[in-house]
């Protein structure tokens, strides 16, 4: 295994011991020495493969976010046309956000950090740009495979927030208030706002 492997491979580590932090605590009670510990490195091992405990977070947002994105990609890969895509889309939101309570929970410390940290919140804000434009190109193709299209439809730009808002408010909600919605009907509410 060559060096750059190597530094992969053990700054996975540390990334991982922090999402099981983040799963049992809040960001801000969570110091170095407890992922190091987590980890199973001593705390200036940890602090070899990251500088800063902002480091160690701006690695965990490109580890959440890309997972995300490189998933989504990947199913939606497949030959499928505007529509399908758009249930596929609506599951997998579902399945992230609304019934993965780890994902809901790293992401909500992800949210409160970012108001801490400009770095943080910039690196939350390219997540959710890109989580909109995929919405609203996915909505765009919807309609144009769809043209009869009426006066009163919503903008894409502002179907695909909605669309957004509730996946990951549903989420953010059911970890907290477990009220047993029905996945289905949520599935399908956000599948009629990404389908236009």
């Not at 490189?70 to 529509?83: C, I, K, M, P, T």
């Not at 549903?170 to 919605?181: L, P, R, Y």
């Amino acid at each position: 295994m060559d060096k750059e492997a190597k530094l992969k491979e053990k700054k996975k580590i540390i990334i991982e011991a922090l999402k099981r932090c983040l799963e049992r605590s809040v960001y801000s009670n969570i110091t170095v020495q407890e992922v190091a510990d987590e980890a199973g490195f001593s705390k200036g091992g940890l602090l070899h493969y990251f500088q800063s405990k902002e480091d160690m977070y701006m690695e965990l947002i490109r580890d959440v976010f890309d997972e995300i994105h490189e998933d989504h990609s990947r199913v939606l890969s497949g030959n499928f046309d505007a529509r399908e895509q758009a249930g596929i889309s609506a599951l997998y939101g579902v399945e992230k956000f609304f019934l993965d309570k780890r994902t809901t929970k790293i992401f909500l410390n992800l949210m409160l950090y970012s108001f801490e940290d400009e770095n943080i919140m910039n690196k939350m804000k390219e997540f959710f740009h890109k989580h909109l434009e995929f919405y609203s190109a996915m909505i765009e193709r919807s309609h144009d495979e769809n043209p009869q299209r009426r006066k009163t439809d919503i903008d894409p730009m502002v179907a695909a927030r909605i669309a957004q808002i509730v996946m990951i408010g549903a989420g953010i909600f059911e970890s907290v208030d477990q009220t047993n919605i029905d996945q289905f009907n949520l599935t399908r509410y956000v599948l009629s706002l990404i389908k236009g």
